[in-house]
């Protein structure tokens, strides 16, 4: 959990103070918890790695709102969003460079998630993101054609050569040309790195809907 929070502090440029604030716990505390004295609760860890803070992003998020309210968006709206399986995606992002997805697929109509710029939904598989995403839950995904630089931290769908994970990344700190893949099962699915190279297509979460 250190390495995690360290990490998570690092990539986001935020101070202890910052943190604590946010968790409703003291800086003193903060501190051995990055010391590694002291340990956050499942609960505080979990509001901290699901925030919805987008901490030093947030004025790009805006940004990419604004854009993407054009004519596509709108063709988006009448139409809904493609609803893609893993493999689906596998295919597709990687052929068609997530352009275009025919009338084959399942669509549904989720204003709130067209104006955050979604392409497509795929549904969650499996419960290595569990519990911020359950099995079969919906998640909404943006493309990112050229990532010049990644939001650490975040969630991506990502299409690699041997298949397609969603998975909350960070920098590997022995690696530069590497990512650390982070499941929120951590018990169960211990953290791994990928090759930047091995991925074939990058696409960051934007929303989802959760399932009874």
Known sequence: MVNLINLFLETNHLKQIDVARYLGISKPYMSQVVKGTAKLSTEKLSKLLNNDQDWDTSMLEEEHIEIRHDASTKKKESKGLPVLSFSAMAG???????????????RCVIPDFTSRGADFLIRVDGDSMYPRYANGELLAVRIVDTPTFFQ???VYVMSTQQGCVVKRIFPDPNNENNILCHSE????????????????????????????
Do not use: M, Q
């Open 152 to 154: 650490w931290g975040r």
């Open 185 to 212: 099962n951590c018990a169960n699915y211990p953290d791994y790195t990928i090759p930047k190279g091995d991925v074939l297509k990058f696409a960051i979460v934007v929303g989802h809907a959760g399932i009874d």
């Open 92 to 106: 597709h992002l990687s052929e068609n460079n997530g352009t275009e997805f025919s009338d084959e697929f399942e």
